[in-house]
């Protein structure tokens, strides 16, 4: 991609009415993904190996530094760059977001969500290709709230730089000391101190990229707690009237339901928080299932009454689960995709295993067990694509918030079909499915570990399964049913 595109040359796609089939890409997004294919296939894969031995070199803290950032991947990227396939995330409805100075960061051709959800499988292929295309979390879903709800000045600092791939960033939701798939749970405080500053205090982990090098801002999920005397800042809603993000006038009984969900979705503020400073400390770097997924890692980070002003707040108080979900939707896709990606990969391992190796004296296909487990791992990547896929075109067609059900369940479903595909192939190979010499092992915890990410499956379930009686009981009843009774 020139940095010469103008703007006015962005093909901005087409949404009017239904598609042709799911798997349906029109004539400039099918050139774009032959090229994206041919680079995972000819670049990124190959590379591998490389990225790999530059890595196993390193040990302890060497694992976390500049120098352990192996060549490889700027070499993939600036490839990725002169080829379109840079910042491919960036959806329809954010592009106008961008400011003057990134707007030739665009791709050239702006993909829908499902299109996208295409592409983000062939990048899956390798846990290097969305790297290599500016495309992995949680940068992407950092950039998206970025544009959506930052400042000029935030845009200009972080979301510029980061649509550049020159700096990374991190999310810093889940804490150690509560069950954090109930928001409510959080334990990290941020306290008004006047009517411009604040202070941020707690503990969080699992906060991918916080051990990266290059990463230079976190954003950050807090509770609001406000200072005696200081007051919370007045907000317009939607209808034009002030509110303040911490209500707390009594309600109606007519409308208490809208009044305690307002009140439960007004307690968080996400702020940004510049990185490295001085009161953040990376307490200590985790491993998945022992991979430690350095140079970019998770961490534990501890926040000591970190000092912040307004000027670092993200879509102001009270509005952080609006953020959040915000942000949220798109990312399963990515991670979904991207999941049946390396799932295909891992079942072509198993094909071209079974038919390379024997057991009493005929080849793996041969046996009627193996060919069971093809025949069923085919039919759950099908089921896996498709489903995603289609709450992709969901979230074009109607957004987001009204495919909220959608989003759920393929954060259920694809994980634990993908993960069971992966399991038949470890089988298959036996030993060597469990060692480093395939890809298998490492998939098989990656996605394992998508289970509770983003949510535990228990938590989207409810979701679903919530979502789905409210309808049929404003269908019988014509109005939400009492908090009460859910």
């Not at 200009?156 to 730089?161: C, F, G, I, N, S």
């Amino acid at each position: 991609m020139s940095s010469s595109s103008s703007s006015s040359s962005k093909q901005q796609p087409k949404i009017e009415g239904p598609q042709p089939s799911l798997t349906y890409l029109r004539p400039e997004v099918a050139a774009l993904k032959a090229r994206l294919d041919e680079f995972i296939e000819h670049d990124v894969l190959p590379a591998e190996e490389e990225y790999n031995e530059h890595l196993s070199s390193r040990s302890g803290s060497d694992r976390w530094t500049m120098d352990a950032l192996p060549p490889s991947l700027s070499k993939l990227q600036q490839t990725a760059q002169d080829l379109g396939l840079w910042n491919l995330f960036l959806p329809p409805r954010l592009v106008p977001h961008l400011p003057k100075s990134a707007k030739s960061l665009a791709p050239n051709v702006v993909l829908t969500y499902r299109e996208y959800g295409i592409l983000a499988e062939s990048m899956g292929r390798s846990e290097l290709g969305a790297m290599s295309c500016n495309c992995s979390a949680p940068d992407t879903g950092n950039m998206e709230v970025l544009l959506e709800f930052g400042t000029p000045q935030q845009k200009e600092t972080y979301l510029v730089p980061l649509l550049q791939g020159k700096i990374r960033s991190t999310f810093l939701m889940t804490e150690p000391d509560v069950a954090s798939s109930d928001p409510t749970n959080l334990e990290t405080k941020l306290v008004k101190t006047s009517a411009s500053t604040y202070t941020l205090t707690g503990k969080k982990w699992w906060s991918t990229g916080a051990m990266d090098p290059r990463c230079k801002m976190a954003l950050v999920v807090a509770k609001m707690e406000y200072a005696p005397g200081v007051a919370p800042a007045a907000s317009s809603s939607d209808d034009g009237t002030t509110t303040f993000s911490n209500n707390s006038s009594s309600s109606s009984s007519s409308s208490s339901n809208n009044n305690n969900n307002n009140k439960r979705h007004s307690k968080h503020t996400i702020v940004l928080v510049p990185l490295p400073h001085p009161k953040v400390r990376a307490v200590r770097p985790l491993t998945v299932f022992g991979y430690d997924d350095a140079p970019f890692g998770h961490a534990e980070v501890a926040l000591d009454s970190v000092p912040l002003t307004q000027d670092h707040l993200i879509g102001g108080e009270g509005s952080g689960f609006k953020v959040s979900q915000a942000r949220l939707g798109p990312g399963r896709i990515h991670h979904c995709m991207r999941a049946v990606g390396m799932t295909q990969r891992c079942f072509e391992l198993m094909l071209q295993r079974s038919i390379e190796r024997k057991t009493f004296g005929k080849y793996l296909w041969q046996h009627g067990t193996v060919q069971a487990e093809i025949a069923d791992s085919f039919g759950a990547i099908q089921a896996a694509r498709l489903l995603t896929l289609n709450c992709a075109q969901q979230m074009d067609e109607f957004g987001p918030r009204q495919a909220r059900q959608f989003i759920s369940s393929i954060k259920v479903q694809v994980p634990e079909l993908c993960v069971g595909v992966i399991d038949k192939a470890v089988q298959v190979h036996g030993g060597a499915g469990v060692s480093e010499d395939f890809v298998l092992a490492k998939a098989l915890a990656n996605l394992r570990t998508l289970r509770i990410a983003d949510g535990p499956d228990a938590v989207h379930r409810q979701s679903v399964a919530m979502l789905e009686l409210k309808g049929l009981y404003r269908s019988m009843f014509g109005t939400d049913p009492p908090r009460s009774k859910l």
